[in-house]
């Protein structure tokens, strides 16, 4: 893995455009087979500030220049819908020039919305610059992911739903510190429809998580949930159980003395994955993020983290919105191997590491016209560690200017 140099990362400034994109009414740049077909581009460009690039307590900071172009294409006819897009990211940065990126992505749907059987089958490749506050570093890697979900009416007020999943990060620069990860996810739920706004479900997700230490982590999770109105004016949908969590160790693995063998660990805990949203008026909405469960960090450790998360958007006028948001989160270090050994520790290298993240921001987009816009944005990040190497403050501020036709 690299030193931390002059790092570079999508810049806050960038993501923010990007999410500024997708809504814009624009008309599509090419439209044949009578509509049917349409294709649209999509650039921007932006500048910031960002006073912790590398997400560690030595807070170094940079000015960085952002942007990028894109193609989408949609078919909206047939019995198949298809929406694929093809772009590139950029970032330099003024001190950090190492860090400087070009990051391409590519994705594809094909999803069928009518008849008995509905779904869609999706694929994504990308390659991600940022900064990772697990280590401290920036790091590079190219993600991929394929995704098959559907839904099919059993009886009555009874459906079935499903998802199959596998998604893998490949670390440009793993070196001894990082790993890369695979994860394939099959999950069920059984619904009844209980009212015309409500449907309650009972699932069970199984996930198996590997990494290229040769360690896997199996999770299978049972749980009951709610979907459509989750409260009087929250609708979305909240799932709520237990996780069963097991690792599963190479045979050389060994605890620090280099003698006692170890081939397993089991924990078990809540899981949680609610996402609703609360339309308050016409103009103003807030949407509400809850989630619990294991996962496996990109240093190879196993972790339990909690999250919550509050969005809110005000529509001033056709041309004028902002946004607010505040987060906090908690993730618990359970085990793992050290620097990339056949050597396991509890915790993280066999000591106790906790971190506690809490994030607010702001944001403010204009509208020129159906193809241009200008956002802006600002981020507040502080990470709190047991460990004091892990603890640090991140201020980001950016400026953009995002177009589509």
Same mark, same amino acid.
């Given at each position: 893995?690299?030193?931390?140099?002059?790092?570079? *990362?999508?810049?806050?400034?960038?993501?923010?455009?990007?999410?500024?994109? &997708?809504?814009?009414?624009?008309?599509?740049?090419?439209?044949?087979? @009578?509509?049917?077909?349409?294709?649209?581009?999509?650039t921007y460009v932006g500048t910031g500030y960002d006073s912790n690039v590398f997400a560690n307590k030595n807070a170094s900071g940079d000015l960085v220049i952002?942007?990028?172009?894109?193609?989408?294409?949609?078919? #909206?006819?047939?019995?198949?819908?298809?929406?694929?897009?093809?772009?590139?990211?950029?970032?330099?940065?003024?001190?950090?020039?190492?860090?400087?990126?070009?990051?391409?992505?590519?994705?594809? @749907?094909?999803?069928?919305?009518?008849?008995?059987?509905?779904?869609?089958?999706?694929?994504? &490749?990308?390659?991600?610059?940022?900064?990772?506050?697990?280590?401290?570093?920036? $790091?590079?890697?190219?993600?991929?992911?394929?995704?098959?979900?559907?839904?099919?009416?059993?009886?009555?007020?009874?459906?079935?739903?499903?998802?199959?999943?596998?998604?893998?990060?490949?670390?440009?620069?793993?070196?001894?510190?990082?790993?890369?990860?695979?994860?394939?996810?099959?999950?069920?739920?059984?619904?009844?429809?209980?009212?015309?706004?409500?449907?309650?479900?009972?699932?069970?997700?199984?996930?198996?998580?590997?990494?290229?230490?040769?360690?896997?982590?199996?999770?299978?999770?049972?749980?009951?949930?709610?979907?459509?109105?989750?409260?009087?004016?929250?609708?979305?949908?909240?799932?709520?159980?237990? $996780?069963?969590?097991?690792?599963?160790?190479?045979?050389?693995? *060994?605890?620090?003395?280099?003698? $006692?063998?170890?081939?397993?660990?089991?924990?078990?805990?809540?899981?949680?994955?609610?996402?609703?949203?609360?339309?308050? *008026?016409? #103009?103003?909405?807030?949407?509400?993020?809850?989630?619990?469960?294991?996962?496996?960090?990109?240093?190879? =450790?196993?972790? @339990?983290? %909690?999250?919550?998360?509050? /969005?809110? #958007?005000?529509?001033?006028?056709?041309?004028?919105? *902002?946004?607010?948001?505040?987060?906090?989160?908690?993730?618990?270090?359970?085990?793992?191997?050290?620097?990339?050994?056949?050597? =396991?520790?509890?915790?993280?290298?066999?000591?106790?590491?906790?971190?506690?993240?809490?994030?607010?921001?702001?944001?403010?987009?204009?509208?020129?016209?159906? +193809?241009?816009?200008?956002?802006?944005?600002?981020?507040?990040? /502080?990470?709190?560690?047991?460990?004091?190497?892990?603890? =640090?403050?991140? +201020? %980001?501020?950016g400026l953009t200017l995002s177009t589509r036709w």
């Open positions: 893995m690299r030193s931390p140099r002059p790092h570079r *990362t999508p810049s806050p400034l960038g993501a923010g455009l990007l999410a500024c994109l &997708a809504p814009l009414p624009a008309h599509a740049l090419f439209r044949f087979n @009578e509509g049917r077909d349409q294709v649209y581009v999509t952002n942007g990028g172009a894109g193609m989408e294409y949609a078919r #909206k006819s047939g019995l198949i819908g298809v929406n694929a897009s093809l772009g590139w990211d950029f970032g330099n940065f003024a001190s950090y020039s190492n860090e400087d990126f070009l990051n391409p992505s590519a994705s594809l @749907e094909l999803s069928k919305g009518t008849g008995r059987t509905t779904g869609a089958l999706q694929l994504n &490749a990308s390659r991600a610059s940022r900064a990772d506050p697990t280590v401290g570093l920036r $790091t590079d890697s190219w993600n991929y992911g394929a995704n098959l979900n559907y839904r099919y009416p059993i009886m009555d007020r009874y459906s079935l739903s499903g998802n199959i999943g596998w998604d893998r990060i490949d670390y440009q620069d793993e070196g001894a510190t990082l790993v890369d990860l695979d994860a394939y996810t099959i999950s069920t739920d059984l619904f009844y429809s209980w009212r015309s706004d409500r449907d309650l479900l009972a699932g069970y997700r199984y996930r198996l998580s590997e990494s290229s230490a040769t360690s896997q982590g199996r999770d299978d999770s049972i749980y009951l949930g709610i979907s459509g109105r989750i409260l009087s004016k929250l609708s979305g949908t909240a799932r709520v159980g237990w $996780t069963f969590h097991k690792n599963t160790y190479p045979r050389d693995t *060994t605890l620090p003395d280099l003698l $006692t063998h170890v081939s397993e660990d089991t924990s078990d805990g809540l899981y949680v994955n609610l996402s609703g949203t609360w339309p308050v *008026t016409k #103009k103003a909405s807030f949407l509400l993020s809850l989630g619990q469960d294991f996962s496996t960090s990109s240093t190879n =450790f196993q972790t @339990e983290t %909690s999250t919550i998360n509050l /969005e809110g #958007k005000f529509a001033h006028n056709v041309k004028f919105s *902002t946004s607010a948001h505040v987060g906090a989160g908690y993730t618990n270090y359970l085990s793992g191997f050290v620097d990339n050994t056949p050597v =396991f520790t509890p915790g993280f290298h066999g000591g106790t590491r906790a971190d506690y993240y809490a994030t607010a921001g702001l944001g403010a987009s204009y509208v020129f016209n159906n +193809h241009f816009t200008l956002s802006a944005t600002y981020t507040y990040y /502080e990470n709190c560690s047991n460990l004091p190497s892990f603890t =640090f403050v991140r +201020h %980001s501020v």
